[in-house]
């Protein structure tokens, strides 16, 4: 059985258009993407697709569902498998088991945890409006900021007494238990059994998932008072994590879809106020920096992010570093700053959408350049700060996934900055190679035709590995043209590409050795002489080859029927080598085939060592044997040190 946590993680995960793209053709159309119902035929398309609202509908068979229900329908799979597909198709893992009776009530908790707020979010807006001090004090406070009843109904805001424990007493009468009281963050109980509310005289924000479920609260203190915290948050919890949520998004996902954008801003009140001004896309990172989780949660609904600052120059430049996660993501990042005196509150407040809509078009800018024109008038003509500014620079630009954008940002900055580009792809190159984030391993060239692993002694060449040789084979029909590594020969030289095929070739011939099945070392043989000509073999050369042994093997192992084999890492993590980067699988594989070769050395010379007690042996012979099985277990402690155990299933 696969356990609730997992099962929503899988939920949450699953992108209903990519889900459904595997297999439908789908064309933007406004906010939903449109193609031809896959359950019964039909030439004009009436499937529609809603990203927003992760759900699936045809109105021409009445078909519909979530991406978990289109895959059972597709693929006519039950439940748990239709959850299965999923995982495999995210990477997530799945430990099949029966719940643990802890377990169940891990799930159980959840269910109550949820209960429990829901109550809570109808008591708060009922003591906003129905309660004298709600009405006088919680009310008042919002209409105040200018917020309108629809407003105010659309956000669920709400009111907590001012009284010790008017909520808990409220909860227990209903028939909730303390326990998740105390757990959800409502309740806090003494030592002496004294139990108050930890929300008292607070207006209430309630914070959703993604589904609608409130899972947290957001309380602002109406009094003033030096001792009371102005904000407080709901405690972490088992429905609750600040760092995965942001405000707002549950309200602002069908916008940010629609327009393609979204808007990051600071608190609570800048949500409300530009939805009530007609912004919808935006959401909050409710006073907290932002964190990578918060990140991919916007890359779920479009990849372009506008951040929308005040007037405070040191408030923006203490997150500056904060945004280079955003770009780390590889999100389109650009910057609004607001009028001096302003923020997205305020600003909301005195402009109507258009003009909204007008402000942030006209004055939004791309993050590295408003980066560069804020920290360039600190630097001026001081030479040191101007050095600190271009690696502060650079160090943004170096966290950028894309091979192309970094580039782009690179000439531009160079242009603005008045300095080489050389030295700032040397710079970029150098940070991207210390935090360990290059898409490449760059390698000098005298270490490309070398060994990536440690060698193999010469005297084990003999020996045969067929699992591994046809695992090899199917790397290189495969991916033996695509790159897997680049280095650069000198740093302001083009970098040179190094294929799968060269890779796996370089490996085999520096440690002298052979393939022993002679339709594999056909193969490899051909991919030699195309290295040697620079023109690597296609597949479809093997497919249709003239020996048909080689062309049945192509076939065979370029079959999407074909069973991949698995790679299990030390620890028993399972990884499926096609939903591996080829930088891993690879050396992995060729790894795997030496040390493999090595074992069956080991134990053939192991055998060996038992004969020489039974045969008249010279002691110089002993000492070479002896010697073969030290170099042998060396060669795969050196191996297993190196990359981790990898067995072959």
């Given amino acids: 059985m696969i356990d609730h946590n997992t099962i929503q993680r899988i939920i949450d995960t699953a992108e209903i258009t990519e889900v459904v793209s595997d297999f439908v053709s789908l064309k933007k159309r406004g906010v939903n993407y449109l193609g031809l119902c896959p359950f019964h035929n039909e030439k004009t398309p009436s499937f529609t697709v809603s990203a927003a609202k992760g759900i699936y509908k045809c109105f021409g068979c009445g078909k519909g569902g979530n991406a978990v229900n289109f895959i059972m329908e597709h693929e006519h799979l039950g439940y748990p498998e239709a959850l299965k597909y999923l995982a495999k198709k995210y990477h997530i893992e799945i430990v099949e088991k029966e719940l643990t009776a802890e377990e169940i009530q891990q799930q159980n908790e959840r269910d109550s945890l949820l209960v429990v707020t829901k109550f809570a ?31 105010i109904q659309k956000f669920e805001l709400g009111f907590s007494l001012d009284i010790r424990d008017a909520f808990t007493k409220a909860a227990l009468e209903n028939g909730y238990k303390l326990e998740f009281l105390e757990k959800a963050g409502f309740t806090i109980v003494k030592d002496d059994n004294e139990k108050y509310d930890r929300f008292r005289g607070r207006v209430m924000f309630p914070i959703h998932g993604l589904s609608g479920n409130v899972i947290g609260f957001g309380g602002r203190v109406l009094k003033k008072d030096e001792k009371t915290a102005k904000y407080l948050n709901s405690p972490e919890s088992e429905i609750y994590h600040k760092s995965k949520v942001l405000y707002g998004m549950f309200q602002a ?10 808007y990051l801003v600071e608190g609570y009140t800048d949500v409300i106020s530009m939805h009530q001004s007609g912004i919808e896309n935006v959401v909050a990172s409710s006073g907290t920096s932002l964190t990578v989780d918060q990140i991919r949660l916007i890359k779920r609904f479009t990849p372009n992010v506008t951040i929308i600052y005040d007037g405070d120059a040191a408030g923006i430049k203490a997150s500056l570093r904060g945004i280079d996660l955003v770009l780390e993501q590889g999100l389109n990042v650009r910057v609004l700053l607001l009028p001096n005196g302003e923020d997205p509150d305020s600003f909301a407040k005195s402009h109507s959408a258009s003009e909204l809509i007008d402000f942030i078009t006209k004055n939004e800018e791309d993050f590295i350049k408003f980066k560069t024109r804020l920290l360039s008038k ?3 003509n001081d030479p040191i700060k ?35 580009e050389k030295i700032l792809y040397s710079e970029s190159n150098k940070i991207r190679k210390k935090s360990g ?36 084979i199917r790397l290189l029909l495969h991916y033996g043209d695509l790159v897997l590594y680049t280095y650069q020969e000198d740093k302001y030289d083009e970098p040179r590409n190094v294929k799968v095929a060269e890779y796996i070739i370089s490996e085999i011939l ?4 052979e393939f022993k099945n002679l339709v594999y070392k056909q193969i490899f043989q051909e991919f030699l002489e195309g290295m040697a000509k620079k023109e690597l073999p296609e597949s479809k050369q093997f497919i249709y080859h003239a020996d048909p042994q080689i062309s049945k093997l192509a076939a065979d192992l370029l079959s999407p029927s074909y069973t991949l084999s698995k790679i299990f890492k030390k620890g028993g993590v399972l990884i499926e080598t ?36 039974d045969k008249t042996l010279s002691s110089e012979e002993i000492n070479t044997i002896q010697k073969e099985y030290m170099l042998i277990t060396s060669a795969i402690s050196a191996i297993s040190k190196d990359r981790g155990w990898v067995v072959f299933r």
């Fill in 121 to 151: 979010n109808s008591y708060f807006q009922e003591k906003l409006h129905k309660h004298t001090d709600g009405r006088a004090i919680g009310l008042s406070y919002f209409k105040e900021r200018g917020f309108r009843d629809e407003i």
């Fill in 253 to 262: 996902k069908t916008s940010i879809t629609q327009t393609d954008k979204c």
């Fill in 378 to 380: 600190e630097a001026k």
């Fill in 386 to 420: 101007k050095a600190s500014l271009i690696t502060d620079i650079v160090r943004s630009i170096s966290v950028i996934p894309d091979t192309i954008t970094r580039t782009v940002y690179i000439k531009e900055c160079s242009r603005i900055l008045e300095i080489d």
């Fill in 437 to 472: 984030e290059t898409e490449a391993k760059t390698i000098s060239p005298d270490e490309v035709y070398k060994t990536a692993s440690p060698s193999v002694p010469s005297f084990v060449e003999g020996y045969y590995a067929e699992h591994q040789e046809r695992e090899i």
């Fill in 510 to 513: 520096n440690d002298d050795l």
């Fill in 578 to 613: 096609e939903d591996m980067k080829l930088k891993q699988i690879v050396p992995e594989t060729v790894v795997a085939y030496k040390r493999k070769i090595l074992e069956i050395a080991q134990q053939d010379v192991s055998e060996k060592l038992k004969e020489v007690q």
